[in-house]
């Protein structure tokens, strides 16, 4: 402590420790009163207000001694570097400080030096302006002769040139150098009016005016002849106006001369149509017009182009023509208005000269479409797409040029709905196409359904196999027809990219229009199959059984497959579209649940029949005693046999309820009752009547109601439990219609037990068949006047 502070007091006092620091303050912009109102505290080292006694005293309290010493040795530390920091600073300051003195005694030498030469520099001008001064003075009368001469010179070259100009525009319009011949006039026309009534003048100006008729005459036969290009003609038109010709009249000839070209175009154009509709009336009428060509070249100029040639040639004559029209004609009357014309009636020509060659535009353009739509309708009974799409591509470029050149026509609009049309009747002839080929995989399996058997092959056609062979197809078609389709909106085809195609095209035309419009065709199709009457013309019921099961498939797997096909193929977002999958899957799923109903209700009708004439023609009454099933019987059982192989090529088995032990040993006991009094007719009195009649109508009040003509499920066992229920239930029917003798009823018996012995096997429930047969046997009692039922055995 005591070396510092004595340090302090050699050359750091207080008060000289102060001033230093408010010097440092004033260098560097500090203001004390601001610095103090930041940090009032007289104990912080840092702040402006600090007190060394208060700090030491404070410091002295609140520490101990080795503290004390701590801190000594860090402030000597602290002081040590503030010093070194300030010898550095000082030094530094030093140095620049010489280096600037250095730099400002240089600069004072090099101002002293460029003072001199500044000095120098005036005395120069000085003297020159002197000597300018008096050249000036000795040529001032020489310049005003010779400015004299010199326009006296001018002039008499002009007068020469317009003494020699009616003989350079003979020699011009010799050499037929209109353009030159125009611009000599022009470049003299204005002097020439305004001198004609001096004599000299007047002869100058009557003799061009005569050349320039002869010249005006010259540039009408060029400009009225065919065979004048549109380049020819342009220069003609602008010549003509150069000579102050009417602009509206020539904008009419000229309209009128780029119109036989144009026509011309047209004319070839439908002649490649008329060929391309009946080449072989045409090469005949062509023989009788030119009967000079060899027959080679008169075979190929007959040949008819396809779409692709007809486009380029098209594109390469009449849109080529007609924009070359279009840019010379805006050349001519419209941009250049300004050069021939007066700023008073510029604008009324240029609205005329607009609106005549928009009306031009238009009518042939008009014309050039409609050829155009006539050619396209030709290959709508096309398979292929890429010459087409090409065609129409090359097309809607070309015609952007045209629009480029004239934006309010809104030509490509035009273009844009013959695009569109051609695109929709593509989709409309592929979805005949899918249309037809969905009729035709229905006609081959009806034809080799309902072909004739060879004798000795009774093996029955595989369903599965047909079945394969027919969704196969329909895959195959849709994917090559959604394959096709997809040349429409390539990233190299110009029209996919516009606005006005791609999404309706994807979204409206192909996969609403195209695949959902075919799956509901195939959908009505199939409803209508099943609607049909049943006469000769009806579907084969095997038919009907394999639209059922392709519909089911439909349902779990064809319908997302094409759904997500098209939604890939073509960018359609799922989000988007009027018609879901889910939608699809849910219709498809119905259509299969009704051809299923109507295939059980065709096959169970059909035995129905079997049983309905076996027992409306025979007399059961008079019957004799029983001793075999009747034929009919085996046919229901050979029948439902048959149909039972039939549907489990299509469909799972399905699950049956567990069956009894002895299903098949099972009698009819319900009505072994009346056997007590079956000694003689006379034992079945109507009281034994009344009490059988009780006890089965009891009986019906237990057992379960067995709904007939409910929907069936997907499976095998389901589809013949609903055929034998129909089967049953017309035979129960036909039964309560007639009357039955002993030998009668036993004889429905025998049957009964002989369907009973087979049936069971293809229901879900056995007990359905039991019922069935039972009711069956009960009516048959109720019905017979001798109820006399047969032993079991």
């Known amino acids: 402590m005591a070396s510092s502070n004595s340090s302090a007091g050699e050359d750091g006092s207080p008060r000289h420790r102060r001033a230093r620091n408010d010097m440092l303050k004033m260098y560097y912009n500090m203001n004390q009163e601001d610095v103090g109102g930041l940090n009032s505290d007289p104990t912080d080292i ?47 300051n030093y140095n620049k400080f010489i280096s600037a003195t250095d730099t400002i005694r240089k600069m004072k030498t ?59 525009l003979k020699k011009c319009i010799e050499m037929r150098a209109y353009g030159q011949a125009v611009r000599y006039y022009v470049k003299t026309r204005g002097v020439l009016e305004q001198y004609q009534y001096m ?59 780029a119109s036989q070209k144009l026509d011309e175009d047209l004319e070839v154009m439908q002649s490649q149509i008329r060929l391309h509709q009946s080449p072989a009336d045409d090469v005949v009428e062509s023989d009788q017009v030119e009967a000079d060509i060899s027959p080679a070249e008169r075979f190929l100029k007959n040949l008819p182009v396809d779409i692709l040639e007809f486009v380029d040639s098209s594109c390469n004559g009449f849109l080529s023509d007609i924009c070359l029209v279009i840019s010379s004609y805006k050349d001519l009357f419209v941009h250049r208005q300004s050069i021939h014309t007066s700023d008073h009636n510029q604008e009324s020509l240029e609205e005329v000269a607009n609106n005549k060659l928009g009306e031009f535009v238009l009518v042939r353009m008009a014309q050039y479409f409609q050829c155009l739509e006539q050619r396209v309708q030709a290959e709508k009974n096309t398979v292929d797409n890429s010459m087409l799409v090409r065609a129409l591509d090359r097309f809607y470029r070309r015609l952007e040029a045209v629009n480029n050149l004239l934006p309010r026509l809104n030509i490509l609009q035009r273009g844009a709905e013959i695009v569109n049309k051609c695109a929709t009747d593509r989709v409309e002839y592929y979805l005949d196409g899918l249309k037809k080929h969905f009729a035709e995989c229905l006609t081959d399996i009806r034809q080799i359904l309902c072909a004739p058997k060879i004798a000795g092959k009774q093996e029955a056609t595989d369903l599965s196999e047909l079945l394969a062979t027919m969704q196969s197809s329909i895959v195959d078609q849709v994917r090559t027809v959604l394959t096709n389709l997809k040349a429409f909106i390539t990233n190299d085809v110009t029209f996919s990219h516009t606005s006005f195609f791609p999404g309706p095209f994807c979204y409206d035309i192909v996969r609403e229009e195209l695949v959902i419009g075919f799956l509901k065709h195939v959908f009505q199709v199939a409803l209508d199959l ?25 349902e779990a797997n064809t319908v997302n497959q094409f759904v997500s096909q098209v939604n890939e193929q073509f960018q359609i977002d799922p989000a988007q579209v009027q018609t879901t999958a889910a939608a699809l899957c849910a219709e498809s799923k119905m259509v299969a649940q009704r051809m299923l109903n109507h295939y059980v209700k065709v096959q169970g009708l059909q035995i129905s029949q079997m049983l309905r004439k076996s027992v409306e023609t025979r007399d059961w009454l008079n019957t004799i005693e029983p001793r075999n099933v009747r034929a009919v019987m085996k046919r229901v059982v050979e029948d439902v046999t048959f149909i039972d192989s039939q549907v489990g090529m299509l469909y799972e088995e399905g699950i049956r309820k567990a069956h009894s032990s002895d299903s098949s040993k099972r009698t009819f006991q319900s009505y072994s009752g009346p056997r007590k009094h079956q000694s003689t007719a006379r034992s079945f009195t109507p009281s034994t009547a009344y009490d059988t009649s009780l006890m089965s109508n009891i009986q019906k009040l237990f057992s379960e109601r067995i709904e007939i003509f409910s929907s069936v499920e997907f499976s095998k066992v389901s589809v013949l439990t609903g055929i034998i229920k129909i089967s049953l239930k017309t035979f129960l029917e036909c039964v309560r219609l007639r009357t039955f003798g002993r030998y009668g009823l036993q004889q429905i018996q025998v049957d009964t037990q002989y369907l009973n012995l087979y049936l069971w096997r293809f229901v879900i429930d056995e007990k359905i068949v039991h019922v069935m047969l039972d009711e069956i046997v009960g009516s048959t009692v109720h019905r017979c006047l001798e109820p006399v039922l047969m032993e079991a055995s």
């Not at 570097?81 to 550095?88: G, I, N, V």
């Not at 579907?539 to 394999?546: Q, R, S, V």
């Open 199 to 257: 004599p000299s003048f007047s002869s100058i100006h009557r003799d061009c005016k005569g050349i320039v008729e002869e010249l005006r005459t010259k540039l009408r036969e060029k400009f009225s002849n065919k065979e004048s290009s549109a380049r020819e003609l342009a220069e003609c038109v602008d010549l003509l106006l150069q000579l102050k010709e009417p602009p509206d009249q020539l904008c009419d000839e000229f309209l009128s001369h």
């Open 530 to 554: 099943s609607e049909g009457s049943h006469d000769k013309s009806s579907p084969p019921a095997a038919l009907i059984l394999i639209l059922s099961r392709l519909f089911l498939d439909f």
């Open 110 to 168: 090099d101002f002293r030096r460029m003072e001199e030469e500044m000095d120098r520099l005036a005395t120069n001008m000085d003297s020159i302006a002197d000597f300018s001064a008096k050249i000036s003075c000795t040529l001032q009368e020489r310049r005003e002769q010779i400015s004299r001469l010199s326009g006296t010179h001018s002039l008499l070259k002009k007068l020469q040139f317009l003494f020699e100009l009616p003989a350079r």
């Open 46 to 92: 840092n702040g402006a207000n600090f007190d060394p006694q208060i700090y030491l005293s404070k410091v002295m309290k609140e520490k101990r001694l080795n503290e004390l010493i701590d801190k000594e040795a860090e402030m000597v530390k602290q002081i040590r570097s503030l010093d070194s920091d300030m010898q550095t600073l000082v030094y530094e």
